[in-house]
């Protein structure tokens, strides 16, 4: 299990994750990780990733990546991203499936956000990306004001609601916290260490 949410703001894009994941051992049976869901890409972006622990070593070969393509801004990266990860996915479920069947437990998501100066009208982009079982294995959309992964929709209206209005961005990151902390306390498997970031037009901080 794990928790992500995300909303962009007027000023930036605010993000927050949980620390914990399940996964499967050598025997078939479930265990907890503690895993880091939160990874700065370039001073100008971020992706979070949801559902298996493998996502993180995904997110860390894609900062790689974008380290050596010079890459830097959220349009950029986020054409390279979906078929980096793509790929990536592919090879661990070639290798996954060698070892057990397909099961939900091997699923993934991200959301990858980030500031470009190259759009005047959207310069805080948001993106969900998703696996699928068929060809090409991932897929994305962009987020339009608020989003959490699994969903909660009572969240995300709020969410949309303060992203949307004149809210100052500090009451919507007090929001994602509070929400996160809520979920942290009522669902075992949402735990800590939870972590949060935002993204600005001068780049990107942990919380």
């Known amino acids: 299990m794990s928790q992500l949410i995300a909303c962009k703001h ?3 894009i605010i993000m927050g994750a949980d620390g914990l994941a399940v996964d499967v051992d050598s025997s ?21 990733n949801g559902g298996a622990a493998a996502g993180e070593a995904m997110c860390d ?21 979906l078929p980096f990860l793509a790929t990536e996915y592919e ?27 190259n759009s005047s009208t959207n310069p805080f982009q948001l993106y969900l990306l998703w696996t699928k079982r ?32 004149k809210t100052a961005m500090d009451t919507v990151v007090t929001e994602v916290r509070q929400a996160m902390e809520r979920r942290a306390e009522q669902d075992a498997e949402v735990a800590s260490p939870l972590r949060y970031a935002m993204i600005l037009e001068d780049g990107f901080k942990f919380l």
């Open 28 to 48: 078939g049976n479930l265990i907890e990780l503690q895993v880091d869901r939160l990874h700065p890409l370039s001073p100008y972006t971020a992706i979070m």
């Open 134 to 165: 068929k060809l090409p294995m991932l897929d994305s959309d962009e987020i339009g004001a608020g989003f959490t992964v699994p969903r909660l929709i009572r969240l995300e209206h709020r969410l949309n609601e303060l992203g949307r209005g």
């Open 91 to 117: 090879r661990f479920m070639r290798k996954s499936c060698e070892m057990q069947p397909i099961d939900p437990i091997h699923q993934l998501n991200f959301i990858l956000g980030g500031y470009t100066p």
């Open 10 to 12: 007027a000023e930036g």
């Open 61 to 81: 070969a894609l900062k790689n990546f974008v380290a050596e393509e010079n890459l830097t801004h959220i349009d950029e990266i986020h054409q390279a991203a």
